[in-house]
């Protein structure tokens, strides 16, 4: 039943490429309030093309934070399940905006990929779903099943007024099972179910020494440099065999099993020295590269500074320094638990002579598991399999959804996880992209996945 | 002989506070090219004084960086002694602006003190020698000695320009002995001579990993965090005892003997709690803070930075890392030797996975010492004495003045360091001031000094 919409998606490629950019042109950063207006554009976008498509009911409900884009579609009856669809339409900032060789807002395809922020993270993979929508409503006339959208414009800044909708409203989101487009594929072209995601908590250190910066000349040897004492802490977190050193880091993890390990060496993964430029790849000790970002926690420090920054010298002693850091958890690690393991070591190795604060990181979430035999699972890997025309692999990932741990905690349905983005995207960087060849065969997989879930 | 200068100084304090105004009003920052106006402004203003003074030839003159601006004054004859007069126009850069109570470039006065940018560190100590010059020139007619006037533009940035200039063009700058008011006092209105400064070196490390910042969801796990190698770096380097690990870093240095300890007890310093807002001081082991800042050598980490610094999370392996150090070097360290050492160390203890690279900082210097007992030197202690009536103290203090090493070691003359500043100056800080004790003071010190340096 999916031939007709399949067609429709080839014949109006391009109009639905156009619209896309025009979804894409709009820069709903959301960690910057400098673009509240845009994201209501980002929003009302999708309020727009959800009613021309036809859904039933189409909302942007006020969340306290950036609104949410809620629709329903109830035509396909009450005997035809129900699926929730996620998905996020705020993006990521651009900085450093001088290394991205278009404008990240203004969409360019150069060989075969399609160069804007948002492009992979989420918005082009949102729009899919939508597209796909359109196709099986312009020529079938309705879509299989019926369908609960659900996208926000929070994720990168921690989905905190999603999490407690999603608890306070739960007759609103209540269906069968979920679906997720926010992931990728292990490879280009190489269909992937993920069965398991990390999770994900943080902390940010701030040291004070003085009440300002000093003259090095004046007040070196006589006070503490904040950014020498990060340093100690920082060092004292994770050692150069990749093991982080903070007491009860690991407590809970379970050995990684043989076929396990042989799952993941069986992976065709990414050159990781390829798509990083890195000179070699450096991972926990005991563990592949592969290993470690699939299914062996990390901690990462995302930012730090303190002191001056701009051309030549400054001879200050610094009055403060800061770091930002975050890990990725496995099943087993709790992330309240794990955040105050790391404030802990942080007070316990501070030195003498600064102020030491830790800000802990709202945005947390347990890591995730599904069963890979699931047949919602099976009928997603068979129908990116007749998309993309090559065998389904089954992996693990290093990424963080919190807002599958969230659903799956309150609503306990399966969630399958269909991700269409590829190593090279670059999310959260400049010049990221998404290739074309993800757009045809993802909303293909999609056409095929619909037909699939209804069909006894 | 002074007596007339002195009256005039008086008397026309509220014209010379006006035109002092005029001068730090300038925003002449070195370091920023954006600048360069007000530095050739600056210039400008110095230049036109000294012609209204009377001095027999001014000149800026072009150094291929900032312009100097170079003087000479002959009329006292040539049985009278030539003093050289250094000093300089350039300020540091002024950020963060807003911890500034007050605009940097529009001095006020609050509490007896003269809030600007450089009203320390150097314009207001320069203006008050010219200051000086005028007060003899308008009462006695002539200035008891004769003067060849040095102020760069580029202290702030190394004065490698001057340092060339003084090397080619000897003649310009021959003279019987040098002065400069560049330096501060142990106290407010505490006379002190400085009888030891610290030499400089520096070095930048950038570590870079991956080719451009990655998902740590994604990639945490398989390359190596060039923040967190950098920490390992940093934390390498100087210890919790406040002790420099870099090996050789100490060869030469000779023990601080117990009369100078007693020396340094027995100056009534800061408190540097106060000043500096810390709520211990740190020195290394085995040295009092007042000890490790007078006659030890420092090492500071001035800045560092690497990743997002924005607000919030963001999950990122960065890119790049870098740090900037200086450190203030005793007798006895060679600047390039320890710079040399820094190196190895950052290289050898350099982790995998990470390319590191050195940046050597261009500027350096000796440390210089000088004999407390020199004629000159005693005539200033009494100068200074006369004006302030407080007993002179002799100590070394921690700052780096190159341009003193440079003059000695072409020159071989005596170097007279006369400085007005205080510990609470704010150099290189937001909110910079002077007190106008230091001013009226000082300037009274200079006037002494030029009729007790002629008085045989």
Redesign the interface.
Known sequence: MSEQALKYLKENRDQLLTKLNEFLSIPSVS??SVHKKDINEAAKFLETYLNDIGFDKVEVQDTGGHPLVYAQYNQAGPDAPTVLLYGHYDV??V?PID?WDSDPFKPEIRDGRLYARGSSDDKGQVFMHLAVFEAYMKTEGKIPLNVKVCIEGEEE??SENLYQILRDRQEQFEADFAVISDT?MVAKNQPTILYGL?G?T?IEINVT?????????????????P??A???I???M?N?E?VVTVDGFYDGVEPLPEEERELIRNVEGED?QET?????????KG?T??????A?P?????????????????????ST????I?C?LVPGQDPERIQSLLEKHVYDVA?????VEIKK?K?SAKAYKVEPNHPLIEKAAKSYTKAFGKETVYVR????IPVVETIEDIYKMPIVLLGFGT?DD??????ESFPLDSFDKGMETLAHYWAEVIDK
Chains 1, 2 share one sequence.
Do not use: C, W
């Open positions: 960690t910057d990521q900032p900085d290394l800044i921690g990728g990390k994900f943080g020494g003085p009440d300002h910066d000093l003259h090095s000349g004046m007040y070196g040897g006589a006070v503490r440099n950014v020498v990060l340093s100690h920082l060092a004292s994770k150069e990749e990781y990083t430029g890195v000179k070699e790849t450096v991972s926990e563990y590269a592969k290993e470690h970002t699939m062996r990390t901690f990462e420090i995302n930012g730090m500074y303190g002191g001056y920054q701009g051309e030549g010298t400054k001879t200050i002693i610094p320094a800061t770091a930002k975050t990725r030195p003498s002579g600064v102020t990181e945005l990932m290093g990424g963080s190593p670059r999310l959260h960087s400049p010049n």
